[in-house]
């Protein structure tokens, strides 16, 4: 059995608005044994691609090794943007060591929720998944449970959106927070065949043959980074 523990505490400041949620990066980000053009940062896996596609988007020009300039980068970005990270999974077991979602047992969830209220002016969180079994969505819907929480559906469109209230605890001259959660299509590789279904996808293909998943994906996260 693999004990799997996230390697990196939450990267969030005074000023984030948005959110990056996730489940765990790969294991070998928790034993060390990085790859070589992996980062040691959230969404270090060169192989997942999120930073990729924001590089897209952005033109950054981002280095993709081991090197503290590559940390740096990616802090700088997420720090001018104003947009932080918090994975939803604090540890989990595995009885194979490999980064499917499907894979954990015994899992222990982040505060999310004592995230939100530590940080005010956080208004969207954007998971790296949706509501698929072990999926971040699927977490935090587990999470805001107890909390007396519920996502109401403001779109059903890929990708689809929810909001909640979070109620203001503290005083009453502060409102309460409206708080948009956006389901975005997974990073991972595991998600192109998903993707290859998706109607809106294929109507592009067909008109413009060229285009591909990291296309789709790039065009879908510009709207959110």
Same mark, same amino acid.
């Given at each position: *059995? ?12 005074? &000023? ?23 980062? &040691?940062?959230? +969404?270090?896996? +060169? +192989?997942? @691609? ?18 503290? /300039?590559?940390?740096?980068? $990616? ?7 104003? %947009? ?5 999974? /604090?540890?989990? /077991? $595995?009885?194979?060591?490999?980064? #499917?979602?499907?894979? *954990?047992?015994? %899992? ?11 940080? !005010? ?9 949706? =509501?698929?079994? =072990? ?18 559906? %403001?779109?059903? &469109? %890929? !990708? ?15 409102? &309460? $927070? ?7 299509? #997974?990073? #991972? ?10 109607? @809106? ?8 043959? /060229? ?7 790039? *065009?879908? +996260? #510009?709207?959110?980074?």
């Amino acid at each position: *059995m693999f004990k799997h523990e996230h390697p990196y505490p939450p990267f969030i400041h005074n &000023d984030t608005t948005k959110l990056i949620v996730g489940t765990l990066p790969p294991p070998r980000f928790s034993t060390g044994e990085l790859l070589e053009k992996d980062v &040691d940062f959230c +969404y270090g896996s +060169y +192989y997942n @691609s999120l930073w990729l596609y924001i590089d897209k988007i952005h033109n950054l020009n981002l280095r993709y090794d081991n090197s503290k /300039e590559a940390i740096d980068e $990616r802090k700088r970005f997420l720090i001018d943007h104003n %947009i932080g990270v918090c994975d939803i999974v /604090e540890s989990a /077991e $595995r009885d194979n060591i490999d980064a #499917s979602d499907l894979g *954990m047992t015994n %899992i222990k969830l982040r505060d999310l929720i004592g995230c939100l209220k530590q940080y !005010p002016n956080i208004d969207t969180l954007l998971f790296t998944g949706g =509501n698929s079994k =072990n999926g971040p969505e699927y977490f935090f819907r587990q999470h805001i449970k107890p909390y007396g929480l519920e996502l109401k559906r %403001i779109s059903n &469109d %890929i !990708p689809r959106i929810h909001e909640f209230v979070l109620p203001n605890e503290t005083t009453t001259t502060i409102a &309460d $927070r409206n708080i948009k959660t956006v389901s975005l299509t #997974s990073a #991972s590789g595991s998600a192109n065949r998903a993707i290859g279904s998706m109607s @809106s996808y294929q109507r592009i293909k067909a008109k413009h043959p /060229e285009f591909n998943t990291f296309d789709f994906r790039v *065009m879908q +996260y #510009s709207a959110y980074f």
